[in-house]
């Protein structure tokens, strides 16, 4: 299958769990008090959007094995959190941005009070999505032999793993949020900045592929690999949007170009020059390509999708 028929096939399937997901976790009755506060998490979450960490989750499972549908919750946690950050990330306290994806951000469509509560909602909604998947995990009620026993208790143990490693990396988001924000305006020398990066943006995408590998079943040096791939396509991703706030087009992105600068943000165009960050961004893609050698051919979508973040033009 093509690289693009492939993202579109997931990109489907992601929309499809997330409707499915969000009736079931995060709206109660149409006619509820907090129907607003519904419409506003509704509003964001299904804003469309590349879809790109619970892809990666996704994508990274299917290197081992086939039964994507068992690690489709951790795949639309993600998907929410993200949707959480961009909700905060827009606020007039943050970034006050007016536009994302070509509509009004959470706060103009609504206000920044139901804006700040959606996101909260988001986060949180993205905690009961896994915690009842631990349920159910642990609530099966059939007959059960040694196998299966030790098939549960190795699941645990993979769940339990990757759910101590979301907090963390949703922790290092906010983190990295925080630095961004103090550090508007000020000089920062390139330590600084690649830490905001990691955090802010590459915290979440490498947990993403880190789920995925030990969902799958991955061992820690086929865990280290992929880690690899992960961090080098997480600063790739941050390193493209700083060329896009420079150089992209406003009617493409579905926001103002140029806000990075305006708001004296420290970048790696402002760092090192547009052209000087359009080769790092190559040598990052490379790494993360290499890092999949040891994988074949099955890595094969993995490697399209570093080549995707690295020249999407949104």
Known sequence: MEFKE???KYQEMVNKELEKYFKTYLIGSTTC????LNDSKEYSLMAGGKRLRPI???STYKLFRDDIEKCFPYAIAIEMVHNFSLIHDDLPGIDNDDFRHGKLTNHKKFNEATAILAGDGLLNGAYMVISNDFMNLIAKKRKRT????KVDINDIDKKTRVFSEFASAVDRMIAGEYVDTEDEGKEIDI????????NKTGALIKLCVRMGAILGGANEEELKSLTSYAENIGLAFQIKDDILSEEGDEKVLGKPVGND?????????????LEEAKKI????????????ESFGNKAEFLR???LYIENRNK
């Open 6 to 8: 492939e993202l579109k």
């Open 33 to 36: 008090y907090e129907k607003t």
């Open 56 to 58: 990666l989750v996704l």
């Open 191 to 198: 330590n600084e900045l690649e830490y905001i990066h990691r």
């Open 261 to 273: 600068k305006k708001r004296g943000k420290c970048t790696y165009v402002s760092e090192y020059g």
């Open 304 to 306: 399209g999708l570093a």
């Open 281 to 292: 961004l190559d040598r990052r893609t490379e790494n993360a390509i290499s890092a999949l």
């Open 146 to 149: 040694i196998d299966d026993i």
